[in-house]
């Protein structure tokens, strides 16, 4: 996904502002709400058992993001296709978790003792590439590929240490634009759905996964077209 947003990028980067008003170009802000759900596993493998604990959550979370979108194909108002790249401004962060696990210090019998263990994450850097394709009078489909990295804030009695995950997922959206008319500026209202998929992070005997996180968010953006 690093690799696809730099070329992205150079593509964009390659043109001078003369040539974006030649070429089609469109950049704007988004505001974003989205609701969350997924599902958290905590699983240690200890000598002669396995411990596993879950739970499942569902979070509402307010976000702006940026854009930028190069036409690719438009023969006329309603019939347009376009390949845009977009950044999450910000942080997302989630509630502490914890759990008490009996810590067997290396020993079967003998050491067993109760420990919390507490973990935080933040979700950044979500960036999104996509293609908008206009459907009519108006109304556009775009799907892309997102990509967000969970970093995982741990205070964890056990001893454990996990590494940063990155997360990756589909895109579907539908959306209605509107024209300002004014100084070339536009308006759409959006909604889109991302499914993630599965990923864990491992640290020792210890596992961490993230099971079916999914998101639907609505959208409203303001743009200018060059």
């Known amino acids: 996904m690093k690799k696809i947003t730099i070329a992205i990028l150079m593509v964009f980067a390659s043109y001078s502002i003369t040539s974006a008003m030649e070429l089609g170009i469109n950049v704007g802000v988004t505001g974003n709400v989205g609701v969350f759900h997924g599902e958290g596993q905590d699983s240690a493998t200890g000598p002669n058992e396995v411990d596993v604990a879950k739970d499942d959550a569902t979070a509402v979370a307010g976000y702006t993001s940026f854009f930028i979108e190069k036409t690719l194909w438009n023969s006329g108002p309603l019939s347009r296709i376009a390949l845009g790249y977009d950044k999450m401004n910000g942080v997302l962060s989630s ?70 995950i990155g997360l990756d997922a589909k895109m579907f959206g539908l959306g209605f634009e509107k024209d300002i008319p004014f100084y070339g500026m536009f308006m759409r209202f959006e909604g889109k759905y991302m499914d993630f998929e599965n990923e864990q992070a491992v640290s020792g005997d210890n596992t961490i996964s993230i099971i079916g996180l999914e998101g639907a968010s609505g959208a409203l953006s303001i743009g200018k077209s060059f």
Do not use: C, P
């Open 95 to 164: 509630e502490t978790a914890q759990n008490e696990r009996q810590d067997h210090n290396g020993e079967v019998s003998t050491g067993d003792f109760a420990v919390a263990n507490n973990i935080q994450v933040d979700f950044e850097n979500m960036e999104t590439i996509y293609v908008s394709v206009d459907l009519w009078n108006g109304v556009y489909a775009k799907m892309g590929e997102v990509s967000i990295d969970m970093i995982t804030n741990e205070s964890l009695g056990t001893g454990a240490s996990y590494d940063n």
